[in-house]
């Protein structure tokens, strides 16, 4: 199965910055994903980026707040922007496997602190 | 709209005894089922899945989850529970959508205690 690099694996950050949030995978892929894990909460899909097209963002996210690159097969990048203590959270890049061999493989999560 | 519930919040056991986390799921068509567990302070990691087949999966770790279509339920089990095993873990449905899907749809997780 693909092996994701995400990092930072965890940041504090000061209210109205911005912190850029890579991902690195091992195998070209069609799809990556970014989630949002807020305190206590389950995952919430915040965008799928595909290579060489807009992200496509799920509702209550918008591409302002959270602008997503995606240059090639194998790396993506998601931006938190003007960051408030309510964007405390695990954000997590994941991406799917062919045929469902091992279902979704996840990064290991960056944890953010906005103070 | 796909939905999955985890009805626990917090399961508690045993080491040695056996250990069910409960899953149920709402999806049009035929579903794709799985199950994560997140260790703290680390990533989703995968265990188990069901796409079609044997109604009975067996996973990383020891762990077997069971597919009921009637009951739409989907839970995860092993037979003796360890120490190790304590952490969060996750049941995911994903619509089947030309034979590949697209996004998960997570439940709100349960946390496993598995007490000496």
């Known amino acids: 199965s693909a092996v994701i690099s995400q990092k930072p694996s965890r940041d504090i950050c000061q209210r109205g910055t911005s912190l850029t949030i890579q991902c690195q995978v091992d195998s070209q892929v069609t799809m990556m994903f970014w989630y949002r894990q807020q305190p206590g909460q389950s995952l919430t899909l915040i965008a799928t980026?595909?290579?060489?097209?807009?992200?496509?963002?799920e509702s209550g996210f918008v591409i302002d707040k959270f602008p997503i690159s995606r240059p090639n097969l194998t790396f993506s990048t998601l931006t938190v922007s003007n960051m408030s203590p309510e964007d405390s959270s695990i954000y997590l890049c994941?991406?799917?496997?062919?045929?469902?061999?091992?279902?979704?493989?996840f990064g290991s999560g960056t944890r953010l602190t906005v103070v | 709209a796909q939905s999955v519930a985890q009805p626990e919040d917090q399961v508690n056991v045993a080491e040695g005894n056996p250990l069910t986390v409960k899953c149920t799921y709402s999806v049009s068509g035929n579903p794709y089922l799985f199950w994560y567990v997140q260790y703290p302070n680390r990533g989703l990691q995968f265990l188990l899945k069901?796409?079609?087949?044997?109604?009975l999966v067996k996973g990383s770790y020891g762990f077997e989850a069971e597919f009921n279509k009637s009951q739409t339920s989907f839970h995860l089990k092993k037979p003796s529970a360890l120490v190790s095993d304590s952490a969060l873990y996750f049941c995911a449905v994903s619509p089947k959508k030309g034979g590949s899907a697209r996004q998960l749809t997570f439940g709100s997780g349960t946390q496993l205690t598995v007490l000496p």
């Open positions: 994941s991406v799917e496997v062919a045929q469902y061999e091992n279902g979704y493989t």
């Open positions: 069901y796409i079609t087949g044997d109604n």
């Open positions: 980026a595909n290579q060489g097209s807009e992200a496509t963002y």
